[in-house]
Nanobody, 124 residues
């Protein structure tokens, strides 16, 4: 079992940057692909980024490609989402998630464990 704790959200002006972190507990963290999702008010949860078990592969939603970078440190059982050039439309609650797979899952239903979420608000 894996428990996830998201942190790093906050209020930032458009064009600014934030770095989200997701700390995991559990012995088998390195066996899990990790993902970031976000959910804005009144909208469905949407995929943002994924990273495979060893950090060698990543995948991004088109809306964040070139602005966001996902990474992981298996020794510290932590994943990160560096968000640059933030836009008001990036405002949402951001969630990290874990999936027991060697691939790069992109669907909400493919992830088994979820963090509690961290609020990101980008002002114009």
């Amino acid at each position: 079992q894996v428990q996830l704790v998201d942190s790093g959200g906050g209020l930032v002006q458009a064009g600014g940057s934030l770095r989200l972190s997701c700390a995991a507990s559990g012995r088998t963290f390195s066996s899990y692909a990790m993902g970031w999702f976000r959910q804005a008010p009144g909208k469905e949860r949407e995929f943002v980024a994924a990273i495979n078990w060893n950090g060698a592969s990543t995948y991004y939603a088109d809306s964040v490609k070139g602005r966001f970078t996902m990474s992981r440190d298996n020794a510290k059982k932590t994943v990160f989402l560096q968000m640059n050039s933030l836009r008001p439309e990036d405002t949402a609650v951001y969630y990290c998630a874990a999936a027991l797979t060697f691939g790069l899952p992109k669907g909400v239903n493919e992830y088994r464990y979820w963090g509690q979420g961290t609020q990101v608000t980008v002002s114009s």
